[in-house]
């Protein structure tokens, strides 16, 4: 027997959510084989099987919350015939106990740990319920046409065979604080409430503040029209806008080193390694893994990084080693079509830059108006360690690369 528990995967992670099961009790399992998928405030991690065998217990159900070391499941040796009498015991032996009143904690708690057939759509107040009333969520009948499980519903499965269908109604208003039928109640995935608690812990812990700027993207826009083809050609890689601004940002901050440290303490540590940390939009929310060593990545490579990075992400792919360490990072809504934002830093992070969309505008060119391709930068920088001398020339130097974008291969 084997009993499947909840891996380390950092020091500062102690526990996680079940986000599903990709197995179910009876399944057959082999060795290394990935059974259970864990959320974590960081990453989603695979929990694989050390044994090879059958799936015979599942102690922990979607949406649980499990701590490092925890047991979660069983999986038993053996081809797969030995176990499923196992399964079945606990349906053959649900009727027995119903006679002696003595022994009613294990007829409530058999629903719970096995459940037969498919599994029962519900939301996770409905299951919460259902574990603590220690119903089958299987034998309860759902008032939503299509079938899934409220915790009206759970409450009114509770009460029904005591009082009269009539008193039935009152025990859902008394246990749901919502009317589900006029609000979506979602409960926050771990992610997400990580998410919260960091942005505001950095609202509060830092003396934020945000200077703007604007780039005339014109040449940028030229040169890699005029080389993006070369470029794939002769790298294979596809000659994007943020190899310009990574390439930008790591001269300004060699120029600018305050804008690359912490504090830590009542210390100021400069970073002398530029890591730079590249949001992604996920659907579980913002994401920041690090192109390391970008002082020292070509385009192409730079292009690479960022591409590999962001596939990792939308595919629950990234390791906390992708997201830990950036020294500075970058965030782009102007994919999204945000003119103009303030963004918030990253953790323990001096500053971030914040791209947005590109407008065609008229602006002055030489005493003339011209209109031409404009985006607004934004840096948001703690005003404990930066001071407004170096935020603005920092977000000049920035602008004026991108606008002389060959200087950029001088700082390469």
Do not use: C
Not at 154 to 180: I, L, R, S, Y
Request: proline share 6%; charged share 25%; no cysteine.
């Amino acid at each position: 027997m084997a009993e499947i528990k909840v891996p380390e995967l950092a020091e500062s992670i102690t526990e996680g959510s079940i986000a599903q099961w990709v197995k179910k009790v009876g399944d057959r399992v082999e060795k290394g084989e990935f059974i259970v998928e864990l959320e974590t405030d960081k990453v989603n991690a695979e929990i694989i099987s050390e044994e090879a065998g059958v799936l015979t217990q599942i102690l922990a159900e979607e949406g649980d919350t499990v701590l490092v070391g925890q047991v979660i499941a069983v999986v038993e040796a053996g081809e797969g015939a030995a176990p499923a009498p196992v399964a079945a015991a606990p349906v053959e032996a649900t009727p027995a106990p119903a006679a002696p009143q003595a022994a009613p904690a294990p007829v409530a708690a058999a629903p719970v740990v096995e459940t037969s057939g498919e599994r029962v759509i519900a939301s996770p107040a409905a299951r919460k319920l259902a574990r603590e009333k220690g119903i089958d969520l299987a034998a309860v009948s759902p008032v939503d046409p299509q079938g899934r499980v409220r915790v009206q519903d759970v409450a009114a499965h509770g009460t029904a065979p005591v009082a009269a269908p009539q008193a039935a109604p009152a025990t859902p208003k008394a246990v749901a604080a919502v009317d589900e039928s006029r609000v979506t109640v979602e409960k926050m995935s771990r992610r997400r409430q990580t998410i919260a608690k960091r942005l505001l812990e950095v609202k509060q812990s830092t003396a934020m503040l945000t200077t703007f700027n604007e780039v005339d993207m014109t040449n940028v826009m030229a040169l890699r029209s005029r080389k993006k083809d070369q470029f794939f050609e002769s790298t294979g890689s596809k000659l994007g806008f943020m190899s310009f601004f990574t390439k930008a940002v790591v001269a300004a901050l060699k120029k600018y080193p305050y804008v690359n440290a912490q504090i830590v303490g009542d210390e100021i540590h400069l970073n002398n390694f530029f890591d730079i940390g590249v949001a992604v939009s996920t659907e579980e929310g913002l994401v920041v893994p690090v192109v390391r060593d970008a002082d020292r990545k070509n385009f192409a490579e730079i292009e690479d990084s960022i591409a590999d990075l962001a596939k990792k992400a939308r595919d629950k792919k990234l390791g906390l080693a992708d997201l830990s360490g950036g020294s500075f990072t970058i965030t782009n809504g102007g994919v999204f079509g945000s003119l103009m934002s303030t963004p918030i830093m990253n953790g323990t992070q001096a500053a971030i830059l914040g791209m947005h969309t590109i407008k065609k505008r008229p602006v002055e060119v030489n005493g003339e108006v011209e209109i031409r391709p404009m985006m607004y930068l934004a840096l948001s920088y703690d005003h404990r360690i930066i001071d407004g001398k170096d935020s603005v020339g920092f977000l000049k130097t920035v602008k004026e690369l991108l606008e002389n974008p060959e200087d950029l291969l001088l700082n390469s």
